[in-house]
């Protein structure tokens, strides 16, 4: 018998998204039944002219940091499976019957035993940094990371990333991974910053030189630190 299940939770906070989770957990999902679990509520819609608010006031914004995902579709990674870097050591495309909606995007996953270990701990599995290319951010931009190009650091994905690559600086320096990553977490924290911020809330734009456009964060960071 096929199970038609469709799961949709707004979760605000903490206990919610874990309530959540707890439910999904529960039901058998099936070959052949759809899931599609949003493990929390992000407070904005995407749009082909770039972003717009969503009005929901009761949500914490703050708990919606940005990520890479599909302008028009809101899938993150290419449809990649995130958990299948770790478990399999490959990525692996993921089966739009298993799908679950983490920090404003949809990750899929290529069976059910991966979509349910993602809804127990989808902070674990989802890409460090958003999804963005480590090696762009380190050094001052926003782009999203080939699927493909990866590695796994200190039990985190890290896109954008080989365990051979190096990366010149400003300076013209080589910088290691550690130091490339340090320079990314760096970066990051301005972005989260800047996400989160009423201004970024209220207008859903950067300087008046950024425009108004899902590329306004890079242009906001790239004009943070000086980076041209």
């Not at 914490?60 to 399999?88: C, I, Q």
């Not at 734009?205 to 306004?216: D, I, K, L």
Request: with cysteine; charged share 25%; glycine share 8%.
């Amino acid at each position: 018998m096929n199970n038609h299940l469709h799961l949709s939770v707004a979760a605000i906070g903490f206990f919610s998204t874990l309530a959540a989770a707890a439910l999904a957990l529960a039901q058998p999902i099936g070959d052949a039944a759809p899931s599609r679990l949003i493990l929390e509520h992000y407070p904005f819609s995407k749009s082909d002219a770039g972003l717009e608010v969503a009005v929901d006031a009761a949500v914490d914004v703050a708990a919606a940091p940005w990520t890479a995902s599909d302008v028009e579709t809101g899938l993150a990674m290419g449809g990649y499976d995130p958990v299948s870097y770790f478990h399999e050591g490959a990525p692996m495309p993921g089966d739009p019957k298993y799908e679950a909606v983490f920090h404003g995007s949809t990750f899929r996953f290529a069976s059910e035993e991966h979509f349910r270990m993602f809804i127990a701990d989808p902070e674990r599995f989802a890409p460090a940094f958003g999804g963005y290319d480590v090696k762009a951010l380190a050094v001052g931009a926003l782009e999203p990371a080939a699927p493909l190009d990866w590695a796994i650091v200190n039990d985190r994905l890290v896109l954008g990333l080989h365990r051979d690559d190096r990366l010149d600086d400003q300076q013209g320096d080589r910088l290691d991974e550690s130091a490339m990553i340090r320079l990314a977490e760096e970066k990051w924290r301005a972005v989260d910053d800047y996400h989160r911020s009423d201004f970024f809330h209220a207008h859903q734009r950067g300087p008046a030189e950024c425009g108004r456009s899902p590329a306004v964060l890079s242009c906001a960071l790239r004009a943070s630190f000086g980076v041209e």
